[in-house]
T-cell receptor, first 115, second 113 residues
Framework: EPEVTQTPSHQVTQMGQEVILRCVPISNHLYFYWYRQILGQKVEFLVSFYNNEISEKSEIFDDQFSVERPDGSNFTLKIRSTKLEDSAMYFC?????????????FGQGTRLTVV | KQEVTQIPAALSVPEGENLVLNCSFTDSAIYNLQWFRQDPGKGLTSLLLIQSSQREQTSGRLNASLDKSSGRSTLYIAASQPGDSATYLCAVSSPLAGNQFYFGTGTSLTVIP
């Protein structure tokens, strides 16, 4: 069964360093998303991406964050200068169409720890 | 802003019992509602998707219902098993949210053998 794949599963980084989280969405999907879940809190939307551009972003997704689809398969989230409060589980998701009428599939997540 | 609440926050039941998890949302104008399962430290596994025009969806021992007018959804799990132990999340997409889901805080389910 097709699945969303994320790497690495766990990343430890020092505060102020740049990190890139990687995702391979389901191959025929057109919409891609990043969500995050701080320990003990709700899963929160960060950004959605379609047709090689950001379609929506939340207040969390400030200038420190960027997304890219560098080739036909990967979808990345970059955090330029990590802060302690960026420590969270980051989930990539994809859907065939907009979430308003289709199922979204999530990856297993990348646990980011900023020290 | 859409607010999604799940009650109870935690539930412990003996194996074999039927159970109901609740999800409520503040804006009834939703596009769809999706139930997920999350194992500790793991990702989100999609269980059921209910479109706004539907009243329920079934998959195996799981049945999800949707009542848009009252802003509620329930996930019914029949004949619970220890392997069902996990956190169950509901998420809604709505006109207020654009192309994103709003998630609830989850119900942590423990099925005791």
């Amino acid at each position: 069964e097709p699945e969303v794949t994320q790497t690495p599963s766990h990343q430890v980084t020092q505060m102020g360093q740049e990190v890139i989280l990687r995702c391979v969405p389901i191959s025929n999907h057109l919409y891609f998303y990043w969500y995050r879940q701080i320990l003990g809190q709700k899963v929160e939307f960060l950004v959605s991406f379609y047709n090689n551009e950001i379609s929506e972003k939340s207040e969390i997704f400030d200038d420190q964050f960027s997304v890219e689809r560098p080739d036909g398969s990967n979808f990345t989230l970059k955090i330029r200068s990590t802060k302690l409060e960026d420590s969270a589980m980051y989930f990539c998701a994809s859907s065939l169409a907009r979430t308003l009428n289709t199922e979204a599939f999530f990856g297993q997540g990348t646990r980011l720890t900023v020290v | 802003k859409q607010e999604v609440t799940q009650i109870p926050a935690a539930l412990s039941v003996p194996e074999g019992e039927n159970l109901v998890l609740n999800c409520s949302f503040t804006d009834s104008a939703i596009y769809n509602l999706q139930w997920f399962r999350q194992d500790p430290g793991k990702g989100l596994t999609s269980l059921l998707l209910i479109q706004s025009s539907q009243r329920e969806q079934t998959s195996g021992r799981l049945n999800a219902s949707l009542d848009k007018s009252s802003g509620r959804s329930t996930l019914y799990i029949a004949a619970s098993q220890p392997g069902d132990s996990a956190t169950y999340l509901c998420a809604v997409s709505s006109p207020l949210a654009g192309n994103q889901f709003y998630f609830g805080t989850g119900t942590s389910l423990t099925v005791i053998p």
